[in-house]
């Protein structure tokens, strides 16, 4: 797919779509895509994924863990992205909720604890909404860590 043509209105992240797109097609990552129709020829939304360890201040690793110390295994969101023609009409909502189908599906074989991602200030809202809690400190691009206990 030519992700050029993906506009989900921010172009920052359109790059970054391109970017985690071609790890994708490489094997580094899982891309999952939403389609509103059953031909599945017009993609909404995308979202990519792999697995790693909790990236977030030291403080909230401890209050997630509930110890110092240790590492958090989890499913890391890289990007999700929405289409604009099709921006608040449910699709990343349903993109979070087939992600969180399969965390639990392999969470006990592999030792999953968490879904993560790094949210945009004008993001967060949206995944607190769907239970996420947000680490307090901004980085210098302006995310800010979040993850959901599984």
């Not at 969101?77 to 189908?101: C, F, K, P, T």
């Not at 599906?105 to 968490?114: F, P, S, V």
Request: net charge negative.
């Amino acid at each position: 797919m030519n992700w050029e043509f993906f506009d989900c209105g921010l172009p920052e992240l359109t790059r970054k779509l391109i970017q985690e797109a071609s790890l994708a097609e490489a094997g580094f990552q899982k891309l999952y895509g939403a389609f509103l129709d059953e031909a599945k020829t017009e993609l909404a939304g995308v979202v990519t994924v792999r697995a790693g360890q909790l990236q977030a201040p030291l403080e909230d690793v401890a209050r997630v863990a509930g110890r110092t110390g240790v590492t958090v295994p989890t499913l890391h969101i890289e990007v999700l992205a929405v289409r604009l023609a099709y921006q608040r009409q449910g699709v990343g909502e349903e993109l979070v909720w087939y992600l969180l189908d399969i965390a639990h599906d392999i969470r006990q074989e592999i030792g999953l604890y968490t879904l993560s991602l790094e949210a945009t200030e004008n993001s967060v809202p949206f995944y607190q909404a769907l239970g996420f809690e947000a680490s307090e400190v901004v980085y210098d691009d302006g995310t800010r860590a979040m993850w959901l206990v599984l």
